[in-house]
């Protein structure tokens, strides 16, 4: 979300995420998907972007993690100008301000969930978007030449995983592979378990940008700019990169305990995914 309002998702109201005015549509479904880097997260951004009712937000919390980080990224700086940098506004304003649609989806990166309050995550339907890393982190170094477990998310999204659990919520989980080899089922699955309905639409859209693309759109989303639906699952084939071995122990055991919590896909029924 960038410091300009967009389309009645944001208003620059005083009030707390806890003293919100009637306006902020509290009836709002908010779905968190809080995803690592390089899992498809644009892709599922897009699905549901073509939905009737729902209006969505690319990594709303992106600059506010810059900020406290100190990470460096492609376009930090851009990034940094372009959006609200302050963590707590963005809860307030953003992910529980007023939305003119039934279902707000707000893409998340795990790692941006630092030196902000987490209550508010009780208000909203929480998602975990996950990828075997040994998929991704070849990918990831793509962007980032020298990667660290707090890049992949992973370890903020299984003590996400626990906290959701002790606040008495049963968070979906989605992992990439298992999406891309069934996306009707497995979107099918998702929504009956956060309470709408499935829409055919979901599973293509045009090619090229997205009008609520981050700012770092051109060092991250080239493939799925390209894409019109989901892609069909490719195991890669290169050699996994030795100097990222010592990565892949740490975030192994992260990915495993919540790939069993996934959401499966329908082995004998799934159709072939549109190539993009």
């Known amino acids: 979300m960038t410091k300009r309002q967009a389309d ?10 806890h003293h919100l005015p ?10 968190n998907v809080w995803s690592g880097p390089r899992n498809i997260s644009t892709a599922l951004m897009y699905a549901f972007a073509q939905r009737s009712d729902t209006r969505v937000v690319d990594e709303p919390l992106y600059a506010h993690y810059l900020r406290v980080s100190g990470a460096a990224h492609p376009g930090k700086q851009a990034v940094m100008d372009d959006m609200i940098g302050d963590g707590e506004r963005v809860i307030r304003e953003v992910i529980l301000g007023p939305c003119d649609r039934p279902v707000l989806f707000l893409k998340q990166m795990a790692h941006h969930l630092v030196d902000v309050r987490e ?3 009780a208000a909203t339907v929480n998602v975990l978007l996950i990828r075997d890393p040994v998929q991704m982190l070849p990918s990831l170094a793509q962007n980032l030449t020298q990667p660290i477990l707090r890049d992949t998310g992973l370890a903020m999204q299984s003590a996400l995983y626990r906290q959701l659990l002790e606040l008495g919520q049963q968070p979906p989980v989605i992992e990439s592979k298992q999406l891309l080899m ?11 378990q956060i309470g709408i309905s499935f829409e055919e639409n979901m599973l ?4 090229g940008a997205r009008p609520e693309d981050g700012i770092w759109a051109k060092y991250w989303y080239r493939s799925v700019h390209q ?12 050699p996994f990169p030795p100097r990222l071995l010592g990565l892949l122990a740490e975030c192994k055991p992260h990915y495993a305990l919540l ?10 029924t799934a159709e072939a995914p549109k190539v993009g």
């Open 22 to 31: 009637p306006s902020s549509s509290m009836s709002t479904i908010r779905i």
């Open 227 to 238: 894409s019109t639906g989901f892609e069909t699952y490719r195991a890669k084939s290169e």
């Open 259 to 268: 790939a069993q919590k996934a959401i499966r896909a329908n082995t004998i």
């Open 182 to 192: 069934d996306p009707r089922g497995v979107l099918s699955q998702l929504c009956a």
């Open 119 to 121: 209550d508010f995550l």
């Open 8 to 17: 009645g998702c944001i208003s620059l109201s005083p009030f707390s995420a």
């Open 204 to 207: 293509g859209w045009p090619a």
